[in-house]
């Protein structure tokens, strides 16, 4: 569903079986014609066994890093701290990459204890003060400010929702299944992004599932992907509002609005939802079953198990 990848690995896929890109290749190919499985995937990863608990963020990353760089490329950005003493001198600059931007869910911005994904998503580039840093030119330890920005903005932008959090309180792993806020867009300073894909997770620490909900960058439908099953979600998420509601978004997608016809097909979207006079929907409906008995869930290794 992420077009750019999959032409990605198509292309650019050498004959070496031990490489993910040569087993996500030839899953992509089959799934065109005919239903297919993910054992040879699983197999690269080091999956055993797929009713234990995982970590969708991390595979998801774990993939990235085994692909070919010029595959992985489209989710990559980078990042720039840059630290100033309370003069104004440089004292540290640091540009590093991600593939995934953490919001820390703190804070929820309104009554109902919603957690905003774009107040969130601000709060990330918000500079930051230490104190004690030591400045080579000033001689001396000051108070720094630390700020953050994106320097090279990704083709396709990943935020991961920190649900899974190490409580001191409890001294164990909890789930935060606080309500998020999650906007159809999103603005940095030289793009637009528009939401296509989430990645949910229904159930608690210990044994949940995981299913998503894409746009195809065709298409403006949404579909839900529930294990082997597809389906169209009835409504469209954004006819008539600029956001939705959802306590198991766990992964969003961003993809970047730059070449025409992206900025086309979305165009297209919100003239078509103008239209339109059906109540807002929520992601919620039709979302997935959950499986206790499988402990087919999160960033839970052990050590993460409630106690
Ligand atoms: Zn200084």
């Known amino acids: 569903m992420t077009k750019d990848f999959r032409e990605a690995v198509e292309s650019h896929c050498g004959q ?11 899953l992509f190919k089959t799934l065109k014609t005919s239903e297919t499985h993910t054992k040879d995937i699983l197999s690269i990863l080091g ?18 890093s085994m692909v070919n760089p010029y595959v992985s490329k489209i989710f990559k950005g980078h990042l720039k701290h840059t630290t100033r003493c309370s003069e104004g001198h440089v004292t540290s600059d640091k540009t590093g990459p991600f593939w995934t931007l953490p919001l820390s869910m703190e804070n929820p911005s309104d009554s109902n204890k919603t957690y905003s994904v774009r107040e969130g998503f601000k709060e990330f580039f918000k500079s930051s003060t230490v104190s004690g840093m030591y400045c080579d030119q000033c001689n001396e330890k000051t108070d720094s400010t630390i700020a953050c920005k994106m320097e090279h903005p990704p083709e396709i932008l990943t935020l991961l929702l920190k649900r899974f959090e190490f409580d001191y309180h409890r001294m164990s792993y909890v789930k ?9 867009t999103l603005r940095t300073k030289n793009c637009d992004y528009e939401l296509y894909a989430v990645v949910d997770h229904v159930g608690s620490l210990r044994g949940g599932h995981y299913t998503a909900k894409i746009k195809p960058y065709d298409d403006h439908n949404w ?6 099953y597809v389906t169209q979600l009835n ?11 959802s306590q198991s978004a766990y992964l969003l997608m961003y993809r970047k609005l730059d070449s025409p ?18 109540p807002p929907c929520s992601l919620e409906t039709g ?3 959950t499986r206790a008995e499988e402990e087919r869930k999160a960033p839970a290794p052990q050590k993460r198990q409630r106690q």
């Open 223 to 228: 579909y839900v992907f529930d294990d082997s």
């Open 235 to 245: 409504s469209k998420p954004f006819e008539q509002v600029e956001s939705f509601r």
């Open 261 to 278: 016809d992206r900025q086309m097909n979305h165009a297209t979207d919100h003239k078509s939802s103008l239209g339109d006079s059906t």
């Open 16 to 26: 070496d079986q031990k490489t993910a890109d040569f087993h996500l290749k030839n």
């Open 176 to 184: 935060n299944d606080c309500c998020v806020d999650v906007p159809h």
């Open 47 to 64: 999956i055993e066994n797929v009713y234990k608990q995982r970590d969708a963020a991390e595979y998801f990353e774990s993939i990235l």
């Open 287 to 289: 979302a997935s079953r």
